[in-house]
């Protein structure tokens, strides 16, 4: 332990702590913003800078260990002084279109500008020029303002290791962008959206549905369908102030009806019906010994990752849509014959804490005789907006129930949110079909938690099914280096591509608590563990849906309807 | 890409990065998109982070050079001498900016920071020549000089009867 003195506060700190967090412990604020948790600090953006007796110039708070005996002044005039000189740099050089922007209300330099009592523009200048990039189907990129903390290049590079962008040019040109300034929809971008999620302006955004959704809405003659994912309903409530971890799935849906839509249904239907679709294909992979192992394709941003980097593999990537596409297949389809609405008529709204669906509802793969099925994409962000607007005050809304058929679903369906979630869901029917016995233990522990890479052997009648989970996409590559080179023992492989799985998804709602990622996934776990049924093939309106419409799992309809194929899109890439 | 320029240097060493974007560049003239990428994989980066330090140095080009290169002196003694009224000049003669290269490919305009020859200040390097003293009124008669030759060579190539 060191003991050190910050503001005349006496601070005992671990030694290799940084005097930012050794300030943190005694409920010290410092500013920040090139700072992120965890990872090794770069001391670029200069705000955390303090002062420290005997030193010449000011200190960078993130990236100084704390000595003993050291004395610290965060809040020194000259310390006050120099941070507000850089807010009053970072100001002069953006575009000052608050009233707006996006990100109004929710912008880390605004909060700065307001902290440090920018009243004035002291200095004018020239300003950088740019053009937003729209060309992506997920997302927007407006390099005019970003203010180069670097955060979005940090996780694009070293977390999640897709390396879309990165610094180019140098001085007052330097600009986060893509190769030769390109969109980023020709560049290696997965479209994933954690680059969202630490930008502290807007200068990285989804692209925008809501006025998609609204015409549709207003329109008389369409049926306007919304589905909510597992993880929407566990982050949603954090937009109005409830404690991390609130179950808002009542709320949710009571304010989706008064949004005006028809009917509200849940994508964890469509969970259930991807389990049984998944599991009957993976037994029969094991069964014929072929294409092992196994990925999941619930994630789009996964999907595309493979499609991009390693198309000689997809092979093993199950043939089944997503669920929010299964869902909209089945509502163009059975639901639209069952309730005699013409399929032209139906707009599917998919609420989704992924940015990566929007790009994923545009692939004309995806969808039944020549319409998508799924027709619009809302984030969490955008669907609290569109709360906003209509005047719906979400803390006072009463509870409601999702509508039916498409509304029932188990608790195996919930866990889809979390990293692992699918793989546990998955166990227990797989284990349940190959063994014809009741499983005693439904928790499956080995597959829970925040690890990049989680593997476990689980014995299913006789045979050792061996399974990993990969939690972000930057954890993939060296599973898939064993498969090229013929050594991977696993059978069945998870893959989301962000960390902690749709929970922390892109689309999600934007702040930087430290805790939000774990509470959700205890929320998804909750509603689980109180669910009556728990396995996917409990769900008594997928049996339904099978015995009227889709016949056998994997059967002739089913593969229509539910399952689709990808495309090797390194080449489409390289020739760009 | 000629295998030849990589295999000169270990596989998955970032190390020779800069090397490698070096040898490409002199035998390319610029540094071509289908390189930088082939060259990514090589070293095991990704494509924007060799992009980025491709644009991070001036050394590198990302377009092929004109046929002339015209260097205008940026240095202190040419600065004094006016030589941002000279660049001016230049820009709006071929229209374009420092940096770039005319559609024709004819000329390539970059600013140099001290040519060294501040003596006969503001200078003005083309190819090999130097024009020193230089007026803005000159710019049109020196440039008119250089797509002369080129429309000669056009009407009258060399090796064909």
Not at chain 1, 154 to 161: A, L, V
Not at chain 1, 215 to 242: C, H, M, T, W
Not at chain 1, 355 to 362: A, G, I, P, Q, R
Not at chain 2, 23 to 48: C, H, N, R, T, W
Request: glycine residues 6%; charged residues 25%; contains cysteine.
């Amino acid at each position: 332990m060191v003991e050190l003195t910050i503001n005349n506060i006496k601070v005992k700190a671990e030694k290799g702590m940084t005097i930012l967090d050794a300030a943190k412990s005694v409920g010290i604020h410092i500013p920040t913003l090139c700072h992120m948790k965890d990872m090794f600090p770069t001391g670029a953006c200069r705000m955390c800078v303090v002062e420290v007796e005997g030193m010449r110039g000011l200190t960078p708070s993130c990236a100084y260990p704390v000595v003993e005996g050291m004395k610290v002044e965060t809040n020194s005039q000259r310390v006050r002084t120099a941070r507000k000189t850089i807010v009053e740099l970072l100001i002069e050089n953006h575009p000052q279109d608050c009233l707006i922007c996006v990100r109004n209300k929710n912008c880390e330099l605004q909060d700065l500008s307001e902290r440090y009592n920018v009243r004035e523009h002291r200095y004018v200048g020239e300003k950088k020029k740019h053009a937003i990039d729209i060309s992506s189907a997920s997302m927007e990129r407006d390099p005019a303002k970003c203010i180069l903390c670097g955060r979005c290049v940090r996780t694009c590079n070293e977390i999640q290791k897709v390396g879309a962008i990165d610094f180019t040019y140098r001085g007052f040109k330097s600009t986060v962008t893509t190769p030769f300034n390109k969109g980023l929809n020709v560049s290696d971008c997965i479209l994933c959206g954690q680059c969202i999620l630490v930008c502290p302006t807007a200068a990285l955004r989804e692209k925008s549905h809501s006025k998609e959704v609204i015409n549709a809405i207003k329109d008389k003659s369409k049926f306007v369908i919304a589905q909510v994912a597992p993880a929407v309903r566990a982050s949603i409530g954090e937009e109005y102030n409830l404690p991390l971890g609130t179950n808002a799935t009542g709320q949710l849906v009571t304010g989706l009806k008064r949004l005006g839509f028809k009917k509200v249904f849940d994508t964890n239907f469509a969970a259930d019906l991807t389990i049984i679709e998944e599991a009957t294909e993976l037994i029969s992979r094991v069964k014929n010994n072929s294409d092992l192992p196994m990925f999941t394709s619930c994630c789009p941003g996964w999907v595309k990752y493979i499609e991009q980097n390693r198309p000689h593999l997809l092979n093993h990537v199950s043939t089944c849509k997503s669920p929010h596409e299964m869902e909209g297949a089945v509502l163009k389809t059975y639901y639209a014959k069952k309730m005699g609405i013409d399929p032209k008529d139906i707009f599917v709204v998919s609420i989704m804490p992924c940015t990566v669906k929007k790009y994923e509802s545009d692939r004309p793969e995806l969808s039944e005789n020549h319409l998508q099925d799924v027709d619009a994409v809302l984030t969490t962000r955008e669907l609290v907006r569109m709360f906003k607007m209509f005047g719906i005050d979400f803390n006072d809304l009463p509870e409601d129930n999702f509508d039916n058929p498409l509304g029932e679903s188990t608790g195996a369906a919930a866990i889809f949110g979390t990293s692992g979630g699918v793989m546990e869901a998955a166990l227990r029917t797989a284990y349940e079909k190959l063994s014809n016995k009741e499983l005693d233990n439904l928790d499956f522990q080995q597959v829970r938690g925040l690890q990049g890479i989680k593997s476990a052997s689980i014995p299913i009648n006789g045979i050792e099914i061996n399974i990993a989970v990969v939690n972000g996409i930057g954890n993939v590559s060296p599973i898939l280096d064993e498969i090229e080179k013929g050594e991977s023992k696993y059978h069945f492989i998870e893959v989301m591509a962000c960390p902690g799985g749709c929970i922390n998804g892109g689309g999600q709602p934007i702040h930087q608590k430290p805790e939000k990622v774990k509470k959700r996934v205890q929320a998804l776990y909750e509603i689980d563990s109180k669910m009556k049924n728990r396995k996917s093939h409990e769900n008594e309106s997928v049996k339904k849906l099978y015995k009227e419409f889709l016949g056998e799992p994997n059967g002739h309809i089913a593969h229509e309807i539910l399952h689709t194929h990808y495309i090797n899109r390194k080449n489409i890439l390289n020739n760009n | 890409m000629e295998n030849r320029i990589l295999k000169k240097y270990p596989p998955k060493d970032r190390s020779y990065l800069i090397p490698l974007l070096q040898d490409v560049q002199d035998e390319f003239g610029y540094l071509p998109e289908q390189q930088l990428k082939q060259i990514a994989e090589y070293v095991g980066m990704s494509f924007v982070a060799v992009y980025g330090v491709a644009t991070f140095y001036n050394q590198f080009r990302l377009t092929p050079l004109g046929k002339n290169v015209i260097r205008v002196c940026r240095g202190t003694a040419c600065h004094v001498k006016n030589s941002a009224n000279i660049l001016t000049a230049i820009e709006t003669e071929l229209g374009i900016k420092a940096g770039q290269t005319t559609r024709d490919k004819l000329f390539t305009l970059e600013t140099v920071a001290c040519i060294g020859a501040c003596s006969i200040a503001p200078v003005v390097n083309i190819n090999e020549e130097y024009y020193g003293r230089i007026t803005v009124k000159e710019i049109p008669k020196i440039l008119s000089k250089y797509k002369k030759e080129e429309k000669l060579k056009v009407e009258h190539p060399i090796g064909v009867e």
